[in-house]
Structures are given as structure tokens and as C-alpha cells.
């Protein structure tokens, strides 16, 4: 099981724009499926993105055409390019595995969007 460390959080007004990295303490070559996920104050944690180790994306409906994953299996980093921010994008994001199921979590990085 890798560890993985949620990074590049912070605040931003509406429009702007973050990339959140994660980074693994091992190899994710191996691991079919990556994504992040987030949590919101009050809400269950969902699913926002995920990359499979073809490269191909998929994307929660509220985020398609904002954001974009990647995975660089060399650096074993998983990278979440966040666009045209919005408040409602407000949340703590974590970053783990999809496929096979996420074991644990960590910390996460918190994103809120205000003005």
C-alpha cells in the first residue's frame, strides 16, 4: 500500500486557479485507477476526477471543462489542474486510488474559493 501526501491547497477568489499534486511513496504504475476526491463542510466525501493507467479521464459533472487530471508514473505524482474556480469548489481534496479501493486516507488540502 503507498502513502500519499495531498498538496497545493489554498485560497483563491472565483475564476482563478490551483494544481493540487499528490505524491506517492511508491510506485503507482501498478495502480489501475487514481483519483481525487473531495469533501465539503457538512457533505459526504465525492469523487471528482479520475485517471486509469491508459491515461484516459473521467469527471464528476459539476467539474467537467474546469479541471483536469494527470498521472506521471516516473514521478509517481498524480496532479489535479482546478480552472475558473468556484465557491462551490470549496472543499478539503484528497487524493487515493479508485481501482483497487481506496484502503485508508490522508490528510488532504484544503481548497476554498472566496472573494
Known amino acids: 500500500q503507498v502513502h500519499l501526501v495531498e498538496s497545493g491547497g489554498g485560497l483563491v477568489q472565483p475564476g482563478g486557479s490551483l494544481r493540487l499534486s499528490c505524491a506517492a511513496s511508491?510506485?503507482?504504475?501498478?495502480?489501475?485507477?487514481m483519483g481525487w476526491y473531495r469533501q465539503a463542510p457538512g457533505n459526504e466525501r465525492e469523487w471528482v476526477a479520475r485517471?486509469?493507467?491508459?491515461?484516459?479521464?473521467y469527471y464528476t459533472d459539476s467539474v467537467k471543462g474546469r479541471f483536469s487530471i494527470s498521472r506521471d508514473n516516473v514521478k509517481n505524482t498524480v496532479y489535479l489542474q482546478m480552472n475558473s474556480l468556484k465557491p462551490e469548489d470549496t472543499a478539503v481534496y484528497y487524493c487515493?486510488?479508485?481501482?483497487?479501493?481506496?484502503?485508508?486516507w490522508g490528510q488532504g488540502t484544503q481548497v476554498t474559493v472566496s472573494s
Open positions: 511508491g510506485s503507482i504504475f501498478n495502480i489501475l485507477v
Open positions: 487515493n486510488t479508485v481501482l483497487p479501493p481506496p484502503a485508508s
Open positions: 485517471i486509469d493507467n491508459g491515461g484516459i479521464t
